[in-house]
């Protein structure tokens, strides 16, 4: 279905733009009712989570290009749900290697 995919299209977009706008900006907005919870956000912490929901994009993108090869609606959409969930996984996990290696570095180094 057509429809489909301009909506995925259309939400991979949309994540690519808030990422690069947090990236260029380094500052992440946030809704009024939940700024009290994050109020100690970093540059450096803005610019992970760029990087990761632009990582994230990938999933709707990639759902509606299936979405354009084939006619049955539920494909599409179980490919962005399975990619989307594939990818934060990975994504976290690249988050969370890059904040322990230059400790691991940094002890190497004096050693």
Do not use: C, H
């Not at 760029?50 to 049955?72: D, Q």
């Amino acid at each position: 279905m057509p429809i489909v995919s301009i909506m995925l299209f259309i939400f991979g977009g949309a994540l690519l733009i808030y990422a690069l706008i947090a990236r260029i900006t380094k500052r992440i907005t946030v809704p009024a009712n939940r700024r009290a919870s994050v109020q100690n956000i970093t540059k450096a912490y803005a610019v992970k989570l760029a990087k990761l929901i632009a990582f994230l994009a990938i999933a709707p993108i990639a759902g509606g290009i299936v979405g354009l090869l084939t006619e049955i609606t539920w494909i599409p959409v179980a490919v962005f749900g399975a990619l989307f969930i594939a990818l934060l996984i990975i994504g976290i996990k690249t988050i969370m290697k890059e904040e322990k290696e230059p400790e691991g570095q940094g002890g190497a180094d004096r050693a």
